[in-house]
């Protein structure tokens, strides 16, 4: 006989006011869990590169496949909480998280390490806006920002401690365990929320989009295939643009799909609100350079410094505390100055954290790193807000869940498409500037005459064998072209994120300088 549902009442009066804290306490764990594993991955790029042998363009798929799936699989929260009801539907995505994490964990092809983050990824996605329900339900109206706050300086925290889990689980074991270590707090959660979430679904179901939703994800899949396999394959190659012209078409296809009316996933109708479809923009080039700083800062620190895990980790700790401490101050500022003042002042913040990067280099101190990176994610502490404050505002009431709905969407699909982007632009550079400094290299060049000679000289001391001191020297002078050319594709690739956070400032621009916008 199946048990009864129980509604969020019937667990109150079971639990008492200690209710709220509880099913909190269960939602807060899974979401922390997932957004940690959403940065885990980045200090281990070196590590899954070397033991697969395979190039930066295929190991960041680790974050890019996670990241698209957690943007698609929001889509389909509303249907899940309405099929198979908040309890079952937060039980079968930790239950797919776990499955993702082993999968991961003890995979013995980069493939299926993929497709474990994706299962990771799409659990992601569909349990948060099902835990931020929640909350918003088992809280009284007066105290809802409040615990929205709460939940999202806990968020906030997740994704700075992720990269540093990850460095301390790769320094002390392997870099395997960033997918195996989460899981236990994964079954914690589990066992909470099969006792604390509320069972209740809609009867009948709910109506889904499930043509626009297949046309997402092969737009998406198409997309990242042609950025991730063109430089291997050819950007001109028919394989390339095959998947290119996929892309496009499915891509269109959603678009005027979406366009028709009745049940769609977007309501296209809320882009003719002209401050809406600015801060989608703004969230769109936002999330590219948010996403990607997040990326490249630690793996800058590990392939170009030559930093442990741990260190590269530890870097992005302080900006994160940061942003943890000064969220609840600038939400409350976004009530009081204008939206273009606060937007400016964050995307101005981002980029003068990432100008200073295009220069750095293996000298560059740790110390201005960490601060580089304290003044760029500032920027996050102010622009986050005032998007979606500022969004919402110039909507109607029964327009407010869909719109914000929407702009995180537009976040977080500018921020996979620019993450993995951006990796193809700094292979590109990476193999172009090592080309150009490969040609300098000859009998004329007097630096690499000297340094071939000097390292000809270190290898006789050492007692190496005279046949072999020519190609050492040689060896060792490529790896100082490759080292030279990656450390200069690093520069380009900043300067790029930089010029995007500038970019948005245009949109931020046109926002006006009132607090208050006419609808």
Known sequence: MAAAAESVDDLFL?????????????GMTASFVMVVSSTIVNVSIPDVMGAFGIGQDQAQLMATAFNVAMVTSQLLNAWV?????????????????????????????????????????AAAGCIQPLIMVTIFQVFPEDKRGFAMGIYGMGLTLAVGL???????????????????????????????????????????GQAFDWMGYALINVALFCCMTALTDGQREGWVSNYTTGYAMIAVTAGAGFVLWQARGGETLIDVSLFRN???????????????????????????????????ALDAGNMMLPAAIVVFLALPFTGRMADVISPRAGILAGLALFALGTLPMASADANTPYFHLVLFSVIGRGGMCFTMPFIMNTALRTLKPEQLNTGGGTINFC????????????????????????????????????????????????????GVPVSVHESGALHYLGQVVHAQANTIGFQDGFLVLAISFLFAMFPAWLLGGKRRDDR
């Open 81 to 121: 909480v309405a099929v198979f009801g908040q309890r079952y539907g937060f039980m079968g995505t930790l239950i797919m998280f776990a499955a993702g994490s082993f999968i991961g964990g003890f995979a013995d092809e980069f493939g299926m390490i993929v497709f474990g983050r994706v299962l990771q990824g």
């Open 411 to 462: 976040r977080q699909l500018g921020g996979s498409l620019g993450l993995n982007a951006w990796v193809v632009f700094l292979e590109v550079r990476t193999h172009y500037h090592s080309d150009i400094l490969a040609t300098t290299q000859s009998a004329d060049n007097a630096s690499s005459r000297e340094l071939i000679t000097g390292v000809g000289r270190l290898l006789g001391e050492a």
């Open 274 to 308: 002209r401050n809406f479809a600015l801060c989608a923009m703004i969230a769109f080039t936002f999330g590219m350079g948010n996403f990607g700083t997040a990326y490249a800062v630690p793996v800058f620190g590990q392939l170009v410094q030559g930093q442990t």
């Open 14 to 26: 079971r639990y008492g006011n200690s209710y709220r804290f509880l099913v909190t306490a269960a």
């Open 162 to 204: 992720g990269p540093v889990l990850g460095g301390i689980a790769i320094e002390l074991l392997d870099w395997r365990y960033i997918f195996l270590a989460p899981v236990p707090l994964v079954f914690l959660a589990l066992g909470m929320g099969i006792v604390f979430m509320p069972s209740v679904r809609k009867p009948g």
